[in-house]
């Protein structure tokens, strides 16, 4: 069994998998995600686990190139945007409409998703390289 970083061996699995510039998901618990994309849900209930606990643990295992968000988070979820501003600084962020947002569902890798209620939590991260 492993010690540190990531336990979950599904999210692990898809990690390991990662290339560069390939996209990993991570959703609220709304977000529509088609029946063909590849899906880790963790949502447990309304909040569990939140949005920003399951983006640090992906961030501590990947290295992440660039995030790219809804436009609409500057202005319906001020909070979060503002605290991903912050605990992701040093990281590219691009920004979207949400529904071109979701048109880009199918290219991800996977998809996970969390219990996060509030309102354009979802983000698009880019794999980067180790070198």
């Known amino acids: 069994m492993k010690n540190t970083g990531m336990l ?3 999210i692990t699995s898809v990690l390991a998998r990662l290339g560069h510039t390939d996209t990993l998901i991570i ?3 709304g977000l529509p995600i088609p029946d063909e994309t ?11 686990p939140d949005f920003l606990s399951v983006l640090e643990a992906i961030a501590d295992d990947m290295v992440i190139e660039e ?3 809804a436009e609409e988070i500057k202005t319906s979820n001020l909070a979060l945007y503002n605290q991903l ?4 600084a ?7 409409s949400h529904e071109n947002l979701k048109q880009e569902i199918t290219n991800a890798k996977a998809v996970i998703r969390t219990g996060e209620a ?13 070198f």
Do not use: Q
Request: charged share 25%.
């Open 118 to 130: 509030t309102p354009f939590a979802n983000v698009i991260l880019k794999s980067g390289v180790i």
């Open 90 to 96: 040093g990281i590219p962020k691009k920004y979207l």
């Open 38 to 48: 590849v899906t880790i849900d963790l949502s447990i209930k309304v909040g569990t």
């Open 27 to 29: 959703a609220d618990c």
């Open 8 to 10: 979950n061996r599904d």
């Open 85 to 88: 501003k912050t605990d992701y």
């Open 67 to 69: 995030m790219t968000l």
